[in-house]
């Protein structure tokens, strides 16, 4: 399957899933708040490649791949998320994301989705910030749950990302090296292979 195919396929999964998290909190009130980066500066934080191929291949056509790679390699902190931009490098609890539009699934999926216990029972998977900040709301999402609203599950979008690519969607690695592995397999894929579309590289 070409590079273009599987970007368009997880491209499509997390549109479907974006909807679905709109929907959820919509029904929940659930939000993070705003400008928040605790999660994205997580240094225990993993991915898989293939979730940040869409970013790898965006970088790819605007002639940023080589210097992110780069840029990785050589990273002071290689435990945060390049993409987070902290609002100054005193506080890295706050800040956004520079590439929200291609963020990972575990981004996505972190705070508005589910795991299931050894009982079964799906657990939101949420952070420590929201659970103390909006308590009443976050029991309340708890309760709706176990009545029977739906919330997306880590399982079954981790399964679904896998299908597009069996091995780079199942490799669980550091954020940061997901990223590196991603526009290495992009690089690799176009070192024989003409630019996508017919199009030329970006100077």
Same mark, same amino acid.
């Given at each position: 399957? $070409?590079?273009?195919?599987?970007?368009? *396929?997880?491209?499509g999964l997390?549109?479907?899933?974006? $909807?679905?998290?709109? #929907?959820?909190?919509?029904?929940?009130?659930?939000?993070?708040?705003?400008?928040?980066?605790?999660?994205? @500066?997580?240094? #225990?934080?993993? !991915? $898989?490649?293939?979730?940040f191929l869409?970013?790898?291949?965006?970088?790819?056509?605007?002639?940023?791949?080589? #210097?992110? *790679?780069?840029?990785?390699? $050589?990273?002071?902190?290689?435990?945060? /998320?390049?993409?987070?931009?902290?609002?100054?490098?005193?506080?890295?609890?706050?800040?956004?994301?520079?590439?929200?539009?291609?963020?990972?699934?575990? /981004?996505? *999926?972190?705070?508005? !989705?589910?795991?299931?216990?050894?009982?079964g029972k799906?657990?939101?998977?949420?952070?420590?910030?929201?659970?103390? @900040?909006?308590?009443?709301?976050?029991? =309340?999402?708890?309760?709706?749950?176990?009545?029977? *609203?739906?919330?997306?599950?880590?399982? =079954?979008?981790?399964?679904?990302?896998?299908?597009? =690519?069996?091995?780079?969607? @199942?490799?669980?690695?550091?954020?940061?090296?997901?990223?590196?592995?991603?526009?290495?397999?992009?690089?690799?894929?176009?070192?024989?292979?003409?630019?996508?579309?017919?199009?030329?590289?970006?100077?």
């Amino acid at each position: 399957m $070409s590079i273009e195919r599987k970007v368009k *396929l997880i491209e499509g999964l997390f549109e479907q899933l974006d $909807s679905k998290i709109f #929907t959820f909190q919509n029904k929940t009130k659930l939000q993070c708040i705003s400008g928040c980066g605790q999660c994205c @500066n997580n240094p #225990t934080m993993e !991915a $898989s490649p293939l979730e940040f191929l869409p970013l790898a291949f965006h970088l790819f056509l605007t002639g940023k791949a080589e #210097t992110t *790679l780069k840029e990785l390699q $050589s990273k002071q902190n290689p435990s945060i /998320c390049h993409i987070y931009n902290p609002l100054n490098i005193v506080d890295y609890a706050s800040g956004q994301c520079s590439n929200y539009k291609y963020r990972g699934l575990i /981004c996505r *999926l972190f705070g508005y !989705a589910a795991s299931r216990d050894k009982y079964g029972k799906e657990r939101l998977v949420t952070c420590k910030i929201i659970k103390e @900040n909006q308590q009443g709301i976050y029991q =309340d999402t708890v309760e709706a749950i176990n009545n029977g *609203l739906y919330v997306p599950m880590f399982t =079954d979008y981790y399964m679904q990302l896998a299908q597009i =690519d069996f091995k780079l969607g @199942n490799m669980i690695v550091p954020i940061n090296k997901a990223l590196k592995l991603a526009i290495e397999e992009v690089l690799q894929y176009y070192v024989y292979r003409p630019f996508p579309g017919g199009l030329e590289t970006v100077a």
